[in-house]
């Protein structure tokens, strides 16, 4: 089951947000609900799985995916009525092959000679020990924080980039999307295609820039996924510039090509208190191997990002338009 969230406007409804249910070139309407997350909410409460819920709940009012795609009226699959009550984070070095890109970036100036950098030795830690037996603790990965809801971007709809940004560079990832139980438990809503769009150049700079490279938007979608993830996830990255594709790649993902279970990435995440909390939400991008980055490609203002996977139904579209900000530092007002 593929479920998606719009803004619906027809003559009989006003407008207003629901969730929809993918079938083929239809979005077939769930009735009496506004939002995954309140559907996830009460199917908590209820003890029951989120397709049963949902399969008991899907109405006969249906409208064109293509009417709806095009008009801007996707929204990310999972949301929170307020943004802060969202924790969009992410895991690195966790995909075979994800180390190559990134040992590059880290490695000394050119003619030096190369060393066994921190990234090769993160991922070199969970090639030996990011699948461990069930039931028992893996090494944890690389983490870092993205943001609240607000930097997430509806799928269709362009990234602002802010102009104090060195780079913006796409990141093809599966994301996994979470909502907390009433006792603390995290329950996992699905899967979606994700973006995890980046500062690349900032990075380079110097590792521990690491952080301030990830402080932008990002997006998921259009379709949550409601089923477990493919152990082999195949797909297609491409950006493409005034009507023309002007760099293509494929990635994989899924457990097959990663160095860490899904089991294992959830742990260390939510082993901490302060991301079981109920109500919250929880976006967690998984990483990928495949960015454009890493092969010299430089993107522009107007470019356009299509990420797409036979497993995810339709592709993850968004473009890029540059953000002025104000040319003098951020002033601080004193309170004392």
Request: charged share 25%; net charge negative; glycine share 10%.
């Amino acid at each position: 089951m593929k479920l998606v969230q719009l803004i619906i406007q027809s003559e009989e409804f006003e407008t207003q947000r629901s969730v929809a249910v993918v079938e083929n070139e239809e979005l077939q309407i769930v009735e009496n609900a506004d939002s995954v997350y309140s559907l996830a909410l009460e199917a908590i409460a209820l003890d029951k799985s989120l397709s049963e819920l949902i399969g008991s709940r899907v109405g006969d009012t249906r409208f064109s995916y293509d009417e709806v795609e095009s008009e801007g009226r996707l929204l990310p699959p999972l949301d929170h009525p307020e943004s802060s009550h969202t924790f969009v984070t992410g895991t690195g070095l966790t995909h075979l092959g994800s180390a190559d890109a990134r040992d590059k970036m880290h490695q000394g100036s050119e003619g030096e000679e190369p060393v066994l950098t921190d990234s090769m030795r993160v991922f070199n830690w969970g090639i030996d020990g990011g699948k461990p037996p069930s039931n028992k603790e893996g090494v944890q990965p690389e983490w870092f924080y993205k943001g609240d809801g607000m930097c997430v971007v509806s799928p269709g709809q362009d990234y602002p980039m802010p102009d104090f940004s060195l780079d913006g560079g796409e990141e093809p990832e599966i994301a996994g999307l979470y909502v907390v139980g009433p006792d603390g438990t995290p329950f996992r809503v699905g899967y979606a295609l994700g973006n995890e769009f980046s500062d690349h150049v900032t990075e380079k700079q110097n590792y521990l820039y690491l952080a301030h490279s990830k402080l932008r938007v990002c997006s998921y979608g259009p379709e949550l996924l409601i089923g477990d993830l493919p152990s082999n996830v195949e797909g297609i990255s491409r950006i493409i510039r005034d009507g023309q594709t002007v760099w293509e790649k494929p990635f994989l993902s899924g457990e097959d090509n990663m160095s860490h279970t899904i089991a294992n990435l959830e742990h260390h995440h939510f082993k901490y208190d302060m991301f079981r909390q109920p109500g919250d939400i929880h976006v967690h991008f998984f990483g990928t191997a495949t960015v454009s980055f890493a092969e010299g490609f430089k993107t522009v203002p107007g470019d356009v990002f299509e990420i797409e996977s036979e497993s995810f139904g339709r592709p993850l579209r968004n473009g890029i338009r540059l953000v002025e900000t104000p040319p003098v530092p951020t002033a601080v007002r004193v309170l004392y």
